[in-house]
């Protein structure tokens, strides 16, 4: 059995981690309160730009776009990957990575971007070819970030490098519930607009110069939406998932310090006996 002094070192070093724990479910909890915030407004936007398209494939009657062409997929197929920067977030990083590389290995020839460093590390252990990765954006992503990556991955696709993109991240359902979520982003489905139920008047609009310009200019600005909608859910997700963790781990260490200063007081109560014990021993042994 450990020592009186070894059992005081464990509860002194588990207090310590405790502290840590609870001072991260603190920040974390202060971050998701802005992180839902964001996201909630982020929602209109993005609604509004697809109402915008879902006119334009209505009132066009058939309008191609390049950004809607079903293309043989003989190229590379390109998943871009939504992750956190840290760590002591439960199974948030692992599970959206774990769904993107389904992805990648049903593909003869595929290619990522990562956001996040968790992802980055995660594929290039896999030995899957990452196109370009952004890092230090996960819980606190700006449009200019979703701007940035949107231009890549618009730019990939435009030049073939790319002839499907699937956009995977992590869906926000309850504070203790999230599930990784895969969008096929390019080239768009335009049953995704045609089924949208919102009263429209496209067929009082005009668009100059046509309406297929129109749609290859709305587009990208709906890809740029999606994407940074995914970074703010995403970042709402890790911030609860990390909050989650983090409170199970100071619990996890209350009861642990529990056990301790039971054994310890039992190891105490165990010696305080046997000097008790040596003394009468020795006191008998005189008379």
Do not use: W
Request: with cysteine; charged share 25%; aromatic share 8%.
């Amino acid at each position: 059995m450990a020592s009186m002094r070894d059992i005081k070192r464990r509860i002194k070093s588990v207090n310590s981690t405790q502290q840590i724990t609870k001072a991260m479910n603190l920040v974390a909890s202060s971050k998701l309160n802005r992180a839902k915030s964001r996201f909630n407004d982020t929602k209109p936007f993005f609604e509004a730009t697809k109402r915008v398209i879902a006119n334009v494939v209505k009132g066009s009657k058939g309008v191609s776009s390049v950004f809607m062409q079903e293309r043989k997929v003989s190229g590379k197929t390109l998943v871009v990957v939504i992750a956190g920067d840290r760590g002591l977030c439960g199974g948030y990083n692992s599970n959206v990575c774990k769904a993107a590389m389904e992805i990648v290995s049903q593909k003869e020839s595929s290619a990522v971007i990562t956001a996040g460093n968790k992802a980055r590390e995660f594929f290039k252990h896999k030995g899957v070819e990452i196109a370009d990765s952004f890092r230090d954006i996960s819980e606190k992503p700006g449009y200019v970030d979703a701007f940035i990556l949107g231009a890549k991955i618009i730019d990939m696709y435009e030049k073939g490098e790319a002839d499907e993109v699937y956009f995977v991240y992590t869906e926000f359902i309850t504070t203790l519930t999230s599930e990784p979520k895969v969008i096929k982003l390019l080239p768009l489905d335009p049953k995704d607009f045609e089924n949208d139920n919102e009263p429209h008047s496209a067929t009082l609009t005009i668009y100059e110069p046509d309406e297929e310009a129109v749609l290859n200019y709305v587009i990208p600005k709906y890809i740029n939406t999606v994407i940074y909608g995914g970074m703010v859910e995403s970042a709402v997700c890790e911030l609860s998932s990390r909050m989650t963790a983090m409170d199970s781990a100071t619990e996890n260490a209350t009861e642990m310090i529990e056990h301790l200063n039971l054994v310890y007081n039992r190891v105490r109560q165990g010696a305080i006996t046997q000097e008790i014990t040596e003394i009468v021993s020795g006191s008998n042994a005189l008379e």
